[in-house]
């Protein structure tokens, strides 16, 4: 099964559409709850990260028997060091996204922790792909 | 703890959820910050915070909490309230500070995660 769900960038209101309809179908299909709450606490994260620094992106799901597929791309300022943005505690966040209530350094780290693969992709000015894989058993 | 027991310590109104839900909560969390929560692997937990902005609620679905405690007399949106709702998260208003709705919730048992 695969779904596609479109990010706006800086809309806050709208931020977690994707990853509620998400666990909506992970319910569905019965997957074990905790490992829904991995999978869509990372997929949130990511969300909110397409939202808080990119103009607008994607979210491509692809689930099968064994594993979710998830690939999140933006058209956004990309990520100069990738090793510096996965360590806890680093950010890049404007004043609006902290008022939110993010923006504290730990999404990358926090997607990492929740997700069985994760493969990041990223070019200075272009944007970033996030390509996460959690088995479902 | 249930809801009636912490609508009653915190003297406060419960916006949306049913009072007399049998869950029953253990442990309690505070904090202004999504980012954190989202960390926590806990059951069971009531978040206390002072933001109030569908993020919260969004954040609390993801994370499966089931009642949010809004702290200083901040007041829910009608957009969090449906979403609450939606996602059958309980809401509850305090007119307490953020460490005297803390201390009352942990003298009468819950527990920190952390």
């Known amino acids: 099964m695969e779904f596609r769900y479109e990010v706006e960038g800086g809309n806050f209101s709208r931020a977690g559409h994707a990853s509620s309809a998400v666990k909506k179908i992970l319910k569905q299909l019965n997957v074990d709850n905790r490992i829904i709450k991995r999978i869509v606490v990372a997929l949130y994260e990511g969300e909110v990260n397409v939202v808080a620094h990119a103009h607008k992106g994607s979210i491509l799901v692809d689930i099968d028997e064994q594993r979710i597929e998830i690939k999140i791309e933006d058209e956004g300022p990309g990520i100069p060091d990738i090793d510096l943005a996965m360590q806890a505690g680093y950010s890049t966040a404007s004043a609006a996204v902290r008022e939110m209530g993010f923006g504290a350094g730990m999404g990358l780290p926090n997607i990492k922790k929740n997700t069985d693969e994760l493969k990041i992709a990223s070019e200075v000015g272009k944007g970033t792909t996030l390509e996460m894989i959690t088995y479902l058993q | ?114």
């Open chain 2, 1 to 114: 703890m249930n809801i009636s027991t912490v609508v009653e310590l915190l003297e406060a109104r419960l916006i949306c959820g049913d009072v007399n839900q049998e869950r029953e909560f253990m442990y309690g969390f505070a904090s202004d910050l999504m980012s954190d929560v989202l960390t926590l692997d806990s059951d069971n937990l009531i978040l206390i915070t002072g933001l109030t902005n569908t993020q919260v609620i969004r954040t609390s679905e993801m994370a499966d909490i089931h009642c949010v405690v809004l702290v200083r007399g901040k007041k829910v949106s009608d957009e969090m309230k449906q979403l609450a709702e939606e996602n059958h998260i309980t809401l509850i208003e305090t007119p307490f500070s953020m460490f005297r709705t803390v201390s009352i919730l942990h003298e009468a048992g819950l527990k920190p995660v952390y």
